[in-house]
């Protein structure tokens, strides 16, 4: 996971390719946690779902979610509620997954509230 956390979010306008279902394995390894998971639509996602003890604490780290979001330049979808977040990440750019999520799902994993 460290090489991830050392990267920073590359814009992405599209025009690559999304990752395989193999290039999504070999990453999904570096990172704790995080469900691959297929949206009706075909597009591949992460997904993690985290467990506060109160709705402050949930929305603690959902402010911090969204610094890091800010700085990275790559937003990832949220809900949140008492005691509960859940984070939703592709790059909709290229309809699937790439490596900016790979990292942004990294950083997230580094937030302690």
Known sequence: MSDL?????????GGVSAFDISEIHKY???VDGWD?????????????NFTFKNFLK???????VGK????EG???DISFGWG???INITTHAI???????????????????
């Open 5 to 13: 956390l050392n990267k920073k979010c590359e814009p992405c306008e």
């Open 74 to 76: 790559h937003h990832p």
């Open 68 to 71: 890091i979001a800010e700085l």
């Open 58 to 64: 949930s929305q603690e780290f959902i402010n911090e």
């Open 84 to 86: 509960y977040a859940k």
């Open 28 to 30: 999904q390894k570096k």
């Open 95 to 113: 309809k699937g997954l790439s490596e900016n999520d790979f990292i942004l799902a990294a950083k997230i994993d580094q937030i302690n509230v």
């Open 36 to 48: 691959v998971v297929k949206k009706k639509n075909e597009i591949y996602a992460l997904e993690k």
